[in-house]
C-alpha cells in the first residue's frame, strides 16, 4: 500500500496534525510525518517532494497556516495529489491560510480542505489511493455505513427523547 507523507510547517500544527495521523492509523495506512517549512527549510521540503514517489508515497498532506505556502511548494515539486489543511491561527484567523492554500495556479493543484480539517484531509488521501486498493475502498465503505449508523442512532434517541 502506498503511504501518505504529512509534512506540518511548525511543531505547534501537531495538535491539528494528530485528527489526520489518527485517521490513517484508524485505516491501517502506512504514513511518515516531518516538519519542513516552505521557507525556513526550502531545501528539505524540495528534496521530500521530489523524491516522494520513489520513496513509496501516493499522496501528501500539507499543514500550514498564516502565509501557508508549504502544500504550494510541496506541489510545485512532484505530481503526486497534495492536500493542504490551512491552520487557523493569525490575524485572519485561519482565512489567510484558506485562501493562500486555495487558489494555486493552472498547473498546480493542491485539493485544500477546510481550515484545520485534518481528518478529512486523511479521508481524501485514504480515497486517492482506494482507487487502485480494493482493501482500503471496503474499509471506505464500512467506515462511511458506520458514520451513518451512528447519525441514525442518535435520530431514534432525539425522537424518542423529545
Not at 56 to 70: D, E, V, W, Y
Request: charged share 20%; with cysteine; aromatic share 2%.
Amino acid at each position: 500500500m502506498k503511504k501518505v507523507g504529512i509534512i506540518m510547517g511548525s511543531d505547534s500544527d501537531l495538535p491539528i496534525v494528530q485528527k489526520a495521523v489518527d485517521m490513517l492509523k484508524s485505516l491501517e495506512i502506512p504514513y511518515e510525518v516531518h516538519i519542513y517549512s516552505a521557507h525556513r527549510t526550502p531545501v528539505e521540503a524540495r528534496d521530500f517532494a521530489l523524491n516522494a514517489r520513489a520513496n513509496g508515497f501516493g499522496a501528501i498532506i500539507c499543514a500550514a497556516g498564516m502565509a501557508a505556502h508549504l502544500a504550494g511548494a510541496i506541489a510545485a515539486n512532484t505530481t503526486l495529489p497534495v492536500v493542504g489543511i490551512p491552520c487557523k491561527g493569525g490575524m485572519m484567523d485561519g482565512l489567510d491560510a484558506l485562501l493562500s492554500t486555495v487558489q494555486m495556479p493552472t498547473g498546480i493543484p493542491v485539493a485544500t480542505v477546510a481550515i484545520n480539517g485534518a481528518a478529512n484531509a486523511a479521508l481524501l488521501c485514504a480515497q486517492i489511493i482506494a482507487v487502485e486498493d480494493a482493501a482500503l475502498a471496503a474499509k471506505l465503505d464500512a467506515k462511511r455505513a458506520a458514520d451513518a449508523k451512528k447519525v441514525l442512532e442518535k435520530d431514534v434517541s432525539i425522537a424518542a427523547n423529545l
